[in-house]
């Protein structure tokens, strides 16, 4: 299967990636180049094999979803730009601004 | 005459001025902080701590998270960032004594075989300053090749500790899958990471290990095995022992001379007693392709967290898609950026089960080839670590060709069974490793193979 620039474009929106248009043919080659050898796990029978899904004996057993707490070195207000009610507050964007937010607090940058 | 962590600590960066170890030089060393270094070393010796690394410097590869020194993966898109907590190893390295002097240059994201990826340039190779040291952990390896320590932390997602360990001419370990805490390794390709030791020796490599392994309750994924006490596995009596020898791994393709220092190595094993046998791995040749689909899937979904609003660079802009993307496009480097491309493709609708799904049933394949091997009553297989010696800087621009370095190495990888590469000579002055690989956790018989093999080739010379 071989892929092409409007494939490329297309993976590169979905991974929030930009592809210059300039780049574009270098990438559809080399992308290519490495798609090819992997044609080979078509000839490959894999009927009734079960894809790979734990590695080793050692299964992973359920548990509680809790874990012991993060050891932090620093306080989060120690190295966060700015902490309300325990949550990060992270630089905001234009567009969250225009979104009209009722927070009375300055945007960070 | 004893030796006190200061002492330890100050020649580690009287040894890293003296072989030029930044970037104009060697380039292996990133970040470092000596007045912390003495402090943490006096501390040791204020304790007159006496474990097995008491005093003992070391380095990390800049993917393990610290919290004195940058954490920074050799990307531009981590470029500055200091982690508020310290990975596993990190503390369990530090609360036996051992000091950390440096993080080290690596592969962008651990992405590569040659340690040409960074952000901060490449790696030169100690042995021979115009070839490569290998990657993706080519900073670690070199800083130990050149004896600025004697053990340091990498990372092993298709074999970047053994590679460089084979380019360098040292020991490189990438235990069991589960057998280390990966809490604080900034993840790639979470089904295939894991933590690795190189060292000067065998016995430094199995020092670090035994301080390293074991369960811990902030890694889902570590297993909660027994560790033996890998440095006592050294007995110059291999009776007992079978080793497989692989005839996928010694193709008619192989260079004659890699061929030669293995068999070389094999016959001073079995003069110490182990029997040698000729098994098969018949899905071999089908690693690289499956390990480039799974590998990249999973890195397309770890790294879709670099996204600008957390860590790193932020790349402003009025609409937050277009933000994302240009703080991605500019923050990764080409071979990142290339990987994050194949794994979105491999992953998406119309591709999964052509790719992605094949490749995880071809890997299944993969994981019997060594069950069978090992259920047939061998205890151990013996393989080239890497197709050749460390090549030279800029010789290999095809993508596919520089994945290639990996063929030998990727399996141990794909089935999570425990491997490590040992010196086994030279060619044209060049270093080349011989693996050893075992079954899942049963670390302490690759040891042995490994102490016997070393001890061996010290005594033939």
């Known amino acids: 299967m071989a892929i092409g620039p409007d494939d490329v474009r297309h993976v590169a929106a979905l991974a929030r990636l930009s592809v210059p248009e300039r780049q574009l043919p270098e990438l559809v080659a080399q992308l290519n180049g490495i798609l090819v050898h992997m044609d080979a796990l078509a000839l490959v029978n894999t009927k009734d094999v079960q894809a790979t899904q734990g590695i080793g004996d050692a299964a992973m057993p359920l548990r509680i979803d809790i874990g012991p707490p993060i050891p932090m070195n620093r306080a989060l207000d120690a190295f966060a730009p700015s902490v309300r009610d325990g949550f990060l507050l992270v630089p905001r964007l234009a567009t969250h601004e225009s979104a009209g937010d009722d927070s009375d607090d300055e945007p960070l940058e | ?110 992405m590569g075989s040659s340690n040409e990826y960074s952000a901060w340039g490449p790696v030169l190779n100690p042995v021979d300053r115009t070839r490569v040291p290998g990657g993706s952990s080519g900073g670690s390896a070199a800083s130990v090749a050149a004896g600025i320590v004697p053990i340091a932390l990498g990372s092993e997602t298709g074999g970047s500790v053994r590679q460089p360990a084979s380019y360098c001419g040292i020991v490189g370990v990438k235990p069991t899958y589960g057998r280390v805490s990966r809490f604080g390794l900034v993840a790639f390709a979470s089904s295939l990471d894991q933590i690795g030791v190189f060292g ?110 957390r860590y790193g660079l932020r790349e402003p802009s009025d609409s937050l898609r277009e933000m ?53 009553g061998v205890h151990l297989l013996f393989t080239p670590t890497t197709p050749t010696p460390a090549f030279e800087l800029g010789a290999k621009s095809d993508p596919y060709e520089m994945y290639l370095n990996d063929i030998f190495t990727a399996t141990a990888n794909l089935a999570g069974v425990p491997a490590m590469s040992v010196p086994i000579g030279e ?13 899942h956790f049963d670390e302490q018989t690759m040891f042995r193979g490994a102490f016997a093999l070393e001890a061996a080739r010290a005594e033939a010379r």
């Open chain 2, 200 to 309: 000067a020796t065998v016995h430094d490599a199995a020092a670090a290990l035994e301080v390293i392994a074991g369960r811990d309750p902030r890694d889902a994924t570590s297993a909660d095995c027994s560790i033996s006490p890998y440095r006592s596995a050294g007995t110059p009596d291999l009776r007992g022992l079978v080793i497989g020898r692989p005839r996928e791994y010694f193709p008619k393709s192989l260079d004659a001379r890699v061929a030669e220092r293995c068999d070389a190595a094999l016959a001073l094993l079995r003069a110490r007693g182990a029997e040698v046998r000729e098994v098969s791995l018949p899905h071999t040749e089908l690693a690289i392709p499956v390990y480039y689909i799974i590998a990249p899937a999973e890195a397309s979904s770890n790294l879709a967290r670099f996204d600008g609003v």
């Open chain 2, 427 to 439: 060619i044209d002055g060049l270093p080349i490793g011989g693996q050893l690989i075992a079954p």
């Open chain 2, 324 to 376: 994302y993307e240009r703080t991605r496009t500019r923050g990764f480097g080409p071979e990142v950026t290339r990987r994050i491309l194949l794994g979105t493709y491999v992953l998406s609708a119309g591709y999964y089960d052509a790719y992605y799904r094949k490749a995880q049933e071809v890997r299944t394949l993969i994981v019997k080839d060594f069950r069978d091997a090992f259920d047939s």
């Open chain 2, 1 to 110: 005459m004893s030796t006190t962590a200061v002492s330890a600590v100050r020649e580690s960066f009287r040894r890293m001025a003296d072989v030029d170890a930044g970037p104009t030089g060697l380039n292996c060393i990133l970040w470092t902080d000596e007045d912390r270094a003495i402090i943490d070393a006096r501390a040791v010796d204020d304790k007159a701590a006496s474990g097995v690394l008491a005093g003992v410097p070391f380095v990390a590869k800049d993917n393990i998270a610290t919290t004195h020194l940058p954490t920074t993966c050799g990307s531009r898109i981590l470029e500055g960032y200091v982690s508020p907590y310290e990975a596993t190893v990190i503390g369990r390295l530090r609360d036996a004594g051992a000091v950390l002097v440096g993080k080290t240059n690596c592969d962008e994201f651990a």
